[in-house]
């Protein structure tokens, strides 16, 4: 499947009214990652609602022990502060990253807005250097918005 095939199976998860919300977050994470072969490992972070910290919350892909990130650290404590899409086409260039696996070679992490508050990200690793591209990013925010929709 590519991105435009994965939208209606990402809004079909949505309005399951069966699942719980986090239950929805880890299928979407599922479906990107087993359908888009450069998404290697997909999360969603959540900003913490008192702490300057973010929360994985769902993920796909190999573990993580970055499950508790702070704001302003890694890319994705970046996107905590700026509130504007990052994308990394080679990690080895970043001296504020987090590596989760050696085998990471790109990231992109989009904000996720609820009323204008940004209130967490989506999190994407490639283990293909310069993975990323425009099309992705709005792939990415429209399936934050989606998601916004149930938080």
Not at 12 to 23: A, H
Not at 55 to 70: C, F, K, M
Not at 131 to 150: H, K, S
Request: hydrophobic share 35%; charged share 25%.
């Amino acid at each position: 499947m590519n991105r435009e095939q994965l939208k209606p199976e990402i809004s079909k998860i949505i309005t399951t009214g069966s699942l719980k919300t986090r239950e929805k977050m880890q299928h979407i994470c599922n479906l990107i990652q087993e359908n888009l072969p450069t998404y290697n490992w997909v999360g969603f972070y959540m900003a913490h609602e008192t702490e300057p910290t973010l929360h994985l919350w769902s993920q796909a892909g190999e573990p993580t022990d970055h499950t508790v990130i702070p704001f302003g650290k890694g890319i994705c404590g970046q996107v905590a502060v700026s509130n504007k899409n990052f994308v990394v086409d080679d990690v080895k260039a970043q001296d504020n990253y987090i590596a989760c696996s050696i085998h990471v070679k790109s990231e992109i992490v989009v904000p996720l807005f609820k009323n204008g508050k940004n209130i967490g990200q989506i999190d994407i690793d490639s283990n293909t250097i310069k993975a990323f591209n425009e099309e992705d990013e709005r792939f990415l925010e429209w399936v934050n918005e989606q998601v916004a929709t149930i938080l």
